[in-house]
């Protein structure tokens, strides 16, 4: 099953909550940053974008990284022809460790975007209202409302991810949205 949903949307507490009822969850930004930890990820990245991109402990200066990635679009592209692969292969190691498990999930921002929805049986989209968005970002990140809404403009709308997806979470009250989660945890269930 897949979880995705915009910047603030909450999906990762969604996630965290899903794990909370034993149901094994990838969550793939943390992920993605474990592999890009990977030594033979580190070499192609110095050898794509330089070796000034490597501390002198050899770990992946990751500021100086998101600074070119962010501001020139096939820079980003030239990450993620790296970084993906990668993560994939990763994504469907974890997935053989988990293969007696009746549901597992992958939550990941860009699930549409990248391809992997494609690996799900279901999709689930969580969705929160704009400034609900805006407000938890400002809490959680230190950035500005025009970077949080530059991020959201980037992304899929909640309208698109909610056309392709089998299941919606407006995540706007958390006792709520656990309500809802355990509900479609029961259907899944009994698919």
Not at 2 to 11: A, D, M, Q, V
Not at 71 to 82: D, G, H, R, Y
Not at 144 to 158: G, H, P, V, Y
Request: with cysteine.
């Amino acid at each position: 099953m897949g979880l995705t949903g915009g910047i603030g949307s909450g999906k990762t507490t969604v996630a965290n909550y899903i794990q909370s009822k034993g149901i094994p969850v990838y969550i793939s930004d943390i992920e993605a940053k474990k592999v890009m930890e990977f030594p033979e990820i580190i070499e192609q990245i110095s050898i794509t974008f330089g070796n000034d991109l490597i501390n002198t402990d050899k770990s992946l200066n990751r500021e100086k990284l998101a600074t070119i990635v962010f501001n020139i679009p096939e820079k980003l592209k030239q990450l993620n022809a790296i970084v993906h692969p990668a993560v994939k292969k990763h994504f469907d190691n974890w997935i053989i460790q988990h293969q007696k498990d009746s549901i597992i999930v992958k939550e990941a921002a860009i699930l549409f975007e990248s391809g992997s929805y494609k690996d799900c049986d279901f999709i689930i989209t969580v969705s929160a209202p704009l400034e609900t968005r805006i407000e938890r970002v400002l809490k959680r990140d230190a950035t500005t409302r025009e970077k949080i809404l530059q991020r959201i403009n980037n992304q899929l709308s909640d309208e698109e991810r909610i056309a392709r997806s089998q299941y919606v979470i407006k995540n706007e009250n958390f006792d709520d949205t656990k309500k809802q989660v355990d509900e479609i945890l029961i259907l899944l269930k009994n698919k």
